[in-house]
Nanobody, 118 residues
Framework: QVQLVESGGGLVQAGGSLRLSCAAS????????MGWFRQAPGKEREFVGR????????YYTDSVKGRFTISRDVAKNTAYLQMNNLKPEDTAVYYC???????????WGQGTQVTVSS
């Protein structure tokens, strides 16, 4: 069983930046990747991006490309989501998730609120 603990959310003005962290524990072998998702009020949870633990390959949804960057610290079992030039439409609860395989998610963080004011 994997445990994911997120931190770093908050309130920021449009154009500002935030960095979210997701620390993983409890797993004795490396998972395939760490992903970030978000859910705005009244909307479905959507994919933001992910990073592979081995190689550090990253993928992003189009709406955040060029503004968000995902990185990881393998030694700390921690992934990061650096969010720059934030927009009000980025307001959501952000969740990290661990991928057991390229298509199987087997763990979720508790979520952290990000609010961007205009």
């Amino acid at each position: 069983q994997v445990q994911l603990v997120e931190s770093g959310g908050g309130l920021v003005q449009a154009g500002g930046s935030l960095r979210l962290s997701c620390a993983a524990s409890g797993r004795t072998f490396r998972s395939y990747a760490m992903g970030w998702f978000r859910q705005a009020p009244g909307k479905e949870r959507e994919f933001v991006g992910r990073i592979s633990w081995i190689g550090g390959d990253t993928y992003y949804t189009d709406s955040v490309k060029g503004r968000f960057t995902i990185s990881r610290d393998v030694a700390k079992n921690t992934a990061y989501l650096q969010m720059n030039n934030l927009k009000p439409e980025d307001t959501a609860v952000y969740y990290c998730a661990t991928y057991r395989t390229s298509s199987t998610i087997d763990g979720w963080g508790q979520g952290t609120q990000v609010t961007v004011s205009s």
